[in-house]
Structure formats: C-alpha cells, structure tokens
C-alpha cells in the first residue's frame, strides 16, 4: 500500500486497527498541521522504502481513535505490528528523526 497523500475519509475503529495483521504505519494529524505538512517528505520516504500500509488519520478533539492512541502532539506516527505498537515517534521533520521506526522493523 503507498503512502497517504490524504487522510482517510472515515476514522477507522480501534479494533479495526488492532485486528490489522502485519505491519502498520500510522500517522496521526491535520491537513492544515504546520507540523504534520514538514514531516510528509520524510514520512513518504520511510513507507516507500519499507514498503509500508499506511494509514493518515485526521485527529483532533472528540476523536476517538487518538485518544486511544494517547496522541497529544501533531503528527505522531505509531508503527504496528499484528495490531500492537512497537514504536513512535512525535513531530519527525527529517529521516534521522524516524530511526526509532528503522530499528523496529525486522533487517
């Protein structure tokens, strides 16, 4: 699956998330997120060439998804394996800023 260009038009439930098998990258934020704008380049690096499902949700108050997630800061990105978080990292801007990410994934 490539990269999102643009969030997803229905927040998916937690326990669609959590039933995902595999590997997921997902990324939490707002189209109009300074932040979240800096942080695409390197993000659509990351999942072109790990070959990532990636899944861009729109958060904000009164989303539910987030919260579960704990999300505080745009964008946050929590990668998923079989439904479980193995890393995160809050506000990337460039590729180094993603290695937490990097030393998940298998080699």
Do not use: N
């Not at 643009?6 to 595999?22: F, I, K, M, T």
């Not at 942080?39 to 987030?66: N, R, S």
């Not at 964008?75 to 990410?101: F, M, N, S, Y």
């Amino acid at each position: 699956m490539p990269f999102m260009r643009d969030h997803v038009a229905a927040e998916p439930a937690r326990a669609e998330v959590d039933a995902q098998a595999g590997w997921l990258l997902l990324e939490f934020g707002t189209p109009w997120c300074g932040h979240c704008q800096a942080a695409q380049p390197a993000l659509q690096a990351f999942v072109d060439a790990h070959d990532l499902p990636h899944w861009k949700i729109e958060d904000g108050k009164g989303k539910p998804l987030g919260r579960s997630f704990q999300v505080k800061l745009w964008p946050t990105v929590i990668l998923l394996h079989d439904g479980k978080e193995v890393a995160r990292v809050v506000r990337p801007v460039a590729a180094a800023d993603l290695g937490t990410l990097q030393s998940a994934l298998p080699d």
